[in-house]
């Protein structure tokens, strides 16, 4: 961060999801700090070789998956209402690239996390995040024990997915918002 000493909260300790793009127009976050904020707060981001690795991974096998139906976005913000703008390693977001030269999008048909040190929070925070702002698909790659954890049916309201299942490498996952699109969850996974 540029100067964090000067980004302040609102009231209440936590920023607005207008607040904290203002402060990259405002010099105090760089374009290219590794930030996101959830439930209001700034969260720093950092990412071991094998993070890295799978997240490319995952970008190039959805790609593959999605072709042309749908734009695949990499470590981009994503408006999650008001109070979070996470950056998803992987989202597959309706429409063009295109689509979103003048707004960060505000849906998604499906959005992964690679998950080493952060799983908890995965599991937890933005879970209920992108359960509540209705994204219907959402995947965790689970790098401590080489699966992808899969969650569906979000509940908006309860901020909670009431489907929840592993995949482990051997197995295929569908897309479920793009009907035969499908990945193996041995292209997601960096080898051992």
Same mark, same amino acid.
């Given at each position: 961060?540029?100067?964090?000493?000067?980004? =302040?909260? &609102?009231?209440?300790?936590? /920023?607005?999801?207008?607040?904290? /793009?203002?402060?990259?127009?405002?010099? +105090?976050?760089?374009? $290219?700090?590794?930030?996101?904020? %959830?439930?209001?707060?700034? +969260? !720093?981001?950092?990412?071991?070789?094998?993070?890295?690795?799978?997240? $490319? %991974?995952?970008? =190039?096998?959805?790609?593959?998956?999605?072709?042309?139906?749908? !734009?695949?976005? +990499?470590?981009?913000? #994503?408006? !999650?209402?008001?109070?979070?703008?996470?950056?998803?390693?992987?989202?597959?977001?309706?429409?063009?690239?295109?689509?979103?030269?003048?707004?960060?999008?505000?849906?998604?048909?499906?959005?992964? =996390?690679?998950?080493?040190?952060?799983?908890?929070?995965?599991?937890?925070?933005?879970?209920?995040?992108?359960?509540?702002?209705?994204?219907?698909?959402?995947?965790?790659? &689970?790098?401590? $024990? $080489?699966? +992808? =954890?899969? #969650?569906?049916?979000?509940?908006?309201?309860?901020? %909670?997915?009431?489907?929840?299942?592993?995949?482990?490498?051997?197995?295929? %996952?569908?897309?479920?918002?793009?009907?035969? !699109?499908?990945?193996?969850?041995?292209?997601?996974?960096?080898?051992?």
């Amino acid at each position: 961060m540029a100067h964090a000493a000067r980004a =302040e909260p &609102n009231a209440a300790g936590t /920023f607005t999801k207008e607040r904290y /793009f203002r402060l990259v127009t405002e010099g +105090v976050l760089e374009p $290219d700090d590794r930030v996101e904020l %959830l439930e209001g707060v700034v +969260v !720093a981001m950092a990412q071991s070789p094998g993070h890295a690795v799978a997240g $490319d %991974l995952v970008a =190039e096998a959805l790609r593959r998956a999605v072709g042309t139906r749908a !734009a695949v976005r +990499v470590q981009r913000p #994503f408006v !999650a209402g008001r109070r979070s703008v996470p950056e998803p390693d992987v989202a597959i977001v309706p429409g063009r690239v295109h689509d979103y030269a003048k707004s960060h999008p505000t849906t998604a048909l499906l959005i992964v =996390e690679v998950a080493e040190w952060s799983l908890a929070q995965d599991r937890i925070t933005k879970a209920a995040i992108y359960a509540g702002a209705g994204i219907p698909e959402y995947w965790i790659v &689970n790098l401590r $024990d $080489d699966q +992808v =954890e899969v #969650f569906r049916m979000p509940e908006r309201r309860a901020r %909670l997915y009431r489907d929840r299942r592993i995949a482990r490498p051997g197995e295929r %996952l569908g897309i479920a918002a793009l009907e035969g !699109a499908s990945v193996a969850v041995d292209e997601l996974l960096p080898e051992p």
